[in-house]
């Protein structure tokens, strides 16, 4: 389990980003397509490491929405 941030990108993608893999970030043209999109590229991201033998980093982040 990954925690996944999406947003709407300045170029009318859904923009998907991965915070626990740094640099794991997709996008598609719908939300769904992204969340399918970085499910993939999350998948991809964890076998490079194991085929290269390096270790998984955790998921240690905690999302809030703060009111300002």
């Not at 993608?13 to 997709?26: D, K, T």
């Not at 399918?36 to 390096?54: F, H, R």
Request: glycine share 8%; with cysteine; charged share 20%.
């Amino acid at each position: 389990m990954r925690q996944v941030i999406i947003y709407p990108g300045e170029d009318g993608y859904w923009v998907a980003e991965c915070p626990s893999l740094p640099g794991c970030i997709s996008q598609g043209i719908t939300k769904e397509e992204a969340i399918t999109n970085i499910k993939e590229a999350i998948q991809g991201y964890v076998n490079a490491l194991l085929k290269d033998g390096l270790p998984i980093p955790e998921e240690h982040f905690e999302a809030l929405l703060v009111a300002v």
